[in-house]
C-alpha cells in the first residue's frame, strides 16, 4: 500500500500565476495529507512491475503542441539501482521522442526530455511515499513543482516530431519499464493555475457543482483502478 506524500506548505507554492510568476505567499497553514483529502477522493494507482505498463496508438491531443500541463503521483519502488532510468510516461516516434518523462535510476530526481532536450530536477523519492509531480508548459519556459514547490524551471520549446504511441510505466512498452506506482495522471492543454493544481490535487475534478474550471482544456485522465487511460479527441472519450 502506498502512502499520498505530504504536501510542502508555507514558502512552498507562491505565485500569482504561472504567465508572470509574480511572487507572493498563498495563505495556507497545513499540509494536505492522505488523511486530509478533498470529498474522499484517493487517486487512482497504476502499480507496476517490469513489463507491466500501459500502451496507446498515436493521438494527436496527447502530442501537446502548445502550453499544457501533466501531473501525476508517483513512488518508484526498487532497492537496486537499474541500469536505465525507468519511464513514468513518454510520447515517442520514429524520429524520437516528443516527451518523456522518468525517474532517475538512483531515484534522487525525474529527468524530462523533450523534443530532443533533457533536463533534470533534482528531487529524493526514496522515502516510500507518493509525490505529486506536475509538469507546466507556459510556451517557451517549463517549470517543474513537487509537491507543491517549484523544483525546477528551464527553456525548452515544443516538439513537431510524429507520434508512433503512447505509454505509460515505459518508454515503448518495452523499454526503461518503470517499477512502482502511478496515480492521477492528468493532461491537459492549458496552462493550470498553482492555486487550482493545489485545489484539485486530492479532489475529483468532475464533481457536480465544483468542476475543474479548466475541465473543457483536459485531453487524458486516467483510470488506473480500470487500468485505462481516457483520452479526450474531437469531443469524444476513448478508453484504451
Same mark, same amino acid.
Request: zero cysteines; hydrophobic letters at 45%.
Given at each position: 500500500? =502506498? ?5 510542502? *506548505? ?11 510568476? *509574480? ?7 497545513? $499540509?494536505?495529507?492522505? +488523511? ?7 487517486? +487512482? ?6 513489463? $507491466? ?6 493521438? +494527436?491531443?496527447? *502530442?501537446?503542441?502548445?502550453? =499544457? *500541463? ?10 537496486? !539501482? ?23 535510476? $538512483?531515484?534522487?530526481? %525525474? ?8 533536463? %533534470? ?5 526514496? +522515502? ?6 506536475? %509538469? ?10 513537487? !509537491? ?9 520549446? =515544443? ?18 519499464? =518503470?517499477?512502482?506506482? %502511478? ?30 474550471? !479548466? ?26
Amino acid at each position: 500500500m =502506498f502512502r499520498l506524500g505530504k504536501f510542502q *506548505t508555507g514558502m512552498a507554492l507562491r505565485s500569482l500565476g504561472f504567465a508572470l510568476f *509574480t511572487l507572493v505567499l498563498l495563505p495556507w497553514s497545513a $499540509s494536505l495529507a492522505a +488523511d486530509e483529502q478533498s470529498d474522499d477522493y484517493m487517486p +487512482d494507482v497504476l502499480e507496476l512491475k517490469k513489463g $507491466s505498463g500501459l500502451s496507446l496508438p498515436p493521438y +494527436d491531443a496527447l *502530442t501537446l503542441r502548445g502550453p =499544457f *500541463t501533466i501531473e501525476f503521483w508517483i513512488v518508484p519502488d526498487w532497492e537496486k !539501482d537499474p541500469p536505465f532510468d525507468p519511464v513514468i510516461l513518454s510520447n515517442a516516434g520514429p524520429e524520437g521522442s516528443l516527451y518523456m518523462i522518468s525517474v532517475l535510476r $538512483s531515484r534522487s530526481g %525525474i529527468s524530462i526530455r523533450f523534443g530532443g532536450k533533457d533536463e %533534470i530536477v533534482p528531487f529524493e523519492f526514496t +522515502d516510500g511515499q507518493m509525490h505529486f509531480v506536475a %509538469i507546466v508548459h507556459l510556451g517557451e519556459e517549463m517549470i517543474v513543482m513537487i !509537491d507543491n514547490k517549484i523544483a525546477g524551471r528551464f527553456q525548452m520549446a =515544443f516538439s513537431g516530431l510524429p507520434s508512433s504511441g503512447f505509454w505509460v510505466g515505459s518508454a515503448d512498452g518495452n523499454r526503461a519499464p =518503470f517499477t512502482g506506482a %502511478i496515480a492521477g495522471l492528468r493532461l491537459w492543454n492549458t496552462i493550470v493555475s498553482p492555486n487550482d493544481l493545489l485545489a484539485y490535487a486530492v479532489r475529483d475534478i468532475a464533481l457536480p457543482g465544483a468542476l475543474h474550471p !479548466d475541465i473543457e482544456d483536459l485531453v487524458a485522465i486516467s483510470d488506473f483502478n480500470r487500468r485505462q487511460l481516457i483520452v479526450i479527441e474531437g469531443g469524444e472519450n476513448y478508453e484504451k
